[in-house]
């Protein structure tokens, strides 16, 4: 367990997701994205190499760090079952592509790369970017990290199998395994709160204002538990809605430009965001049937990135308030 895999060059055909810093700030080259300035190194910031001393390979992910990690590790148990359960769940092809996980050993070092490679980079608790050439994770070890690795290897996973995610679906999606457990699907009971609450003020949820948010900065808190409750509510809500996502998926495998999810919605259910709202009300009501429940620990703002300036994704900003919820775009 001690191969090191050195990094890849960085190339500029990256993927579309919302924790894709290199996209957001235009730090892949000649082809970055128009109006992000190209950032230089901080002189007064030592220059930190990635990590990559150990490693320990499983399944896709690739874990590399300048600390020991034993391959029965519980973070590397809990990522091999993540992958099982995104494969399951969601019908998807396994993937060869690995997801490198560049692991630093306290949040300083992780602090201090950013700040000498990315100066121009907002501190999140996580990255993950992917071109054609590399899926990665970046992030250090502490208290948060089976969260972080959680919902960062996800879009890793996604992002091997899939073409193109939608950046709602990308979230969604990421947000929905983020928590560990016996089976996924565990319910973020204040983001329901906040969702309940919005809607007996007047707010009405809809799927097509998601699919119209592109860049990660249009997208704030409250979108994101939105964009998680429409996952939640299309795998446990009826199978005919469940089937809907699960042949959405598979055609995301071969397509780049693909439909928006809300048309076959509409072919099948007129009354989508109805029936979401309904089911909203019902989590908030009655809760999951089996108990479980799990509050978010931390806020999104201090945890990932997003891309653009606020990281490839442009991070969620800390939580808001109940009449910051009631200004969701109608």
Known sequence: MTETFPSRQRQPD??????????????????????????????????????????????????????????????????????????????????????VVYLFENEQLYYDYLKSTWPMLPYRRAYFFGNSYELAVYTSWGDTVQEDLRHEFTHGLLHSTLRTVPLWLDEGIAEYFEEAGENPGTVKRKAVERLSLAMSNGWKPSITRLEGLKEVADMGQSDYEESWAWIHFMLHGDPAVRQILIDYLADLRTTLNPEPLSNRLDETMLTANDRFASYVAALNTFGWPDGRSAERRHPRSDKTADASGESSTVAKPASRSVLDLLKFKR
């Open 14 to 99: 990256l993927t579309t997701t919302r924790r894709n810093f290199l996209r957001a700030c235009g730090l892949a080259g000649a082809s970055a994205i128009a109006g992000c300035q190209t950032t230089k190194k901080t002189a007064n910031i030592p220059v930190i190499s990635l990590p990559g001393r150990h490693s320990v390979q499983a399944d896709q992910l690739v874990l590399l760090s300048d600390f020991r990690i034993d391959y029965n590790h519980a973070v590397i148990a809990d990522l091999k079952k993540l992958r099982g359960d995104v494969l399951r769940v969601l019908e998807l092809t396994p993937s060869e592509q690995p997801v």
